[in-house]
């Protein structure tokens, strides 16, 4: 399949539109559709709605992208799992149509995934974009229910432009005329730029800090919007973080007309793997009973900082990354806000990763961040030699959603 395009990422619409006519246009016979852009947060905020639709009652179809273990996690049919056997003859149906023609591994999978999303029944289809917005696969929809824009910020500068304006206008493609959008914060020019298009394609938005607000008080979470205040549970997803994603999410069920049940579900009930998950189960974690095993997939200097933000609420105790990144990434930004928070750094290189950063590499940033820092061969071995020197730590693996699949798939 990886042998489809040359390009792993070539942001165009023109491959996905040729295939899904060639499909019969089954992205026009989705349940309504829900499509959520931004940064960071964007799995987070869709796990929320998720969970507040089917409290509920409603039946929800999926897409999410990267997968961390195993492929077909990024396709959820009406609240399952897609079934490997059913995933591959979807797959074997869209190679098929495209009779060999150039198109990428996402672009395929996306256009399986609607396919799946047309012929079974649901109420609700979320879209997650892969990359971007305006040129993103999922972007073939002509008339959602609701867009989402979470928090924009720098990061695949190589295809979405330089700077936040520029990332932000990229993101905010998904805008289509008259359908409302949530937005959640963003810096003053990430704001511009969403506004620009709003008002290009007349599309209602519905602004963090203008129409719906959040914060916590008290060890709980308060929303408000022109409907009324609700006073919550905090977000079962841990970080301080999880708050404005968690107010998205909220602002997206309002505007769909759901109340306190599908608020309180949203912030409750939520699951969304990697993201500051807590293993005590698996060969991993009982190899280090004594630790405190954490798994981020955070990789830019948002989710850095994010990361960061969270480490500093916990209760205090030794703490030391277990890190791996892409050379894609800026990991001077990401490790910096984190060097504050840990007492070391372990490097490792990403198994079966052809775009690792070598574990020498980040090693190296991490001594130019101000960490203590040293390599090893690979998760375990550092694992083990973190043990061995303080049994009684919080051990946080992070990094990147490669080296977190890793982790999971190798973990059970």
Known sequence: MMTLHPKVIDLTLGRVERLLAALGHPENGLP???????????GSTQAMIRAGLEAEGETVHAYTSPHLARFHERIRLAGELIS????????????AANGGEEIT??????????????????????????LGGRLDATNVVAKPALTIITPVSLDHQQYLGETVREIAGEKAGILKRGVPCVVGPQTEEGLAAIEARAAAV????????EHWHVWEERGRMVYQDEN???????????????????GAALAALRLLGFGVVAAEAAVTKAQWPARMQRLKQGPLAASAPSVELWLDGGHNPAGGEALAATLARMPRRPTHLICGMLNTKDIGGYLRPLAEQTDSLTAVSIPGEKNTLPAEETRDAALKAGMEATTAPSVQAALDAIVARDPAARVLICGSLYLAGQVLKENG
């Open 32 to 42: 309504p559709v829900i499509h959520v852009a931004g940064t960071n947060g964007k």
């Open 84 to 95: 490997e056997p059913a995933l591959t003859a979807l797959l074997d149906e869209c190679v």
């Open 105 to 130: 591994f996402f672009e395929i999978t996306t256009c399986a995934a609607f396919l799946a999303f047309s012929r079974t029944p649901a109420d609700w289809t979320l879209l997650e974009v892969g």
């Open 202 to 209: 007349r599309a209602p938005l519905f602004t963090h800090g």
């Open 228 to 246: 009324g205040l609700l006073d919550l549970p905090l977000p079962n997803l841990p970080g301080p973080h999880q708050i404005q994603n968690a």
